[in-house]
């Protein structure tokens, strides 16, 4: 158990509206980072984040943005939902680099944009 | 062509046998690889972690060919409690990047 909590687990929410995915983890990891999986495309890296206000883009990061005020948390935010951004949301930590970048990914949130 | 590519699933197969899946990449650079399985609507767990020429745990052997680019990931006596998505990842600069995974279905 990585002790990484989302919320919200499942969300529906309309075409347009701001949405914000939260990661909470327990045991003060430094790294952390934020994918999405869809059918077809597997798993791929959003944003992700080395500390605190240290954050950088991903492979697919166009409509979403970051932040990290807190090592603990770190927020996603869709700042205008599409449809093409329904999919199941991983949180992940990695312990650190050393080790070779192992990561634990937290259960997944479920996005619906209708 | 994708950084990292695995063989198309799903793989069906009986209990008990012996089943195996490529995985291939293209940075050359790249030092670390790692198995990972998920279930149906789970998270992917980490199953094996590759460094050097290979890993060894149980039933389930993980070997690595740099030369070739490729890690394939060897399952043993296949059990029911198999059935998954098999998914490969690729440290690329202190990231991981995942393929699209291989689906197992063991019949029993």
């Known amino acids: 158990d990585a002790g990484i909590t989302q919320s919200p687990r499942h969300k529906v929410t309309e075409t347009g509206t701001p949405v914000t995915l939260r990661c909470h983890q327990t045991?003060?990891?430094?790294?952390m980072y934020w994918y999405r999986q869809d059918p077809g495309h597997g798993l791929r890296l959003i944003h992700y984040s080395y500390g605190v206000k240290d954050t950088d883009k991903g492979e697919v990061s166009d409509g979403y943005s970051v932040s990290r005020s807190k090592t603990e948390d770190f927020l996603l935010t869709l700042e205008s939902a599409t449809s093409s951004q329904t999919s199941v949301y991983f949180c992940?930590?990695?312990?650190?680099?050393?080790?070779?970048?192992?990561?634990?990914f937290g259960e997944g949130s479920w996005l619906t944009v209708v | 062509r994708k950084e990292v590519e695995q063989d198309p699933g799903p793989f069906n197969v009986p209990e008990g046998a012996t089943v195996a899946f490529n995985c291939t990449y293209s940075?050359?650079?790249?030092?670390?690889f790692f198995w990972y399985r998920q279930d149906c609507r789970k998270e992917p767990k980490l199953l094996m972690s590759v460094y050097s020429s290979g890993n060894e745990d149980g039933r389930f052997t993980a070997q690595l060919n740099k030369a070739s680019q490729y890690v394939s990931l060897l399952i043993r006596d296949s059990q029911p409690s198999d059935s998954a998505t098999y998914l490969c990842a690729v440290n690329k600069g202190g990231k991981l990047i995942f393929g699209q995974g291989t689906e197992l279905s063991v019949k029993p």
């Open positions: 045991e003060n990891h430094r790294y």
């Open positions: 992940a930590i990695s312990l650190d680099r050393q080790t070779g970048n192992t990561i634990y």
């Open positions: 940075n050359s650079a790249s030092q670390s």
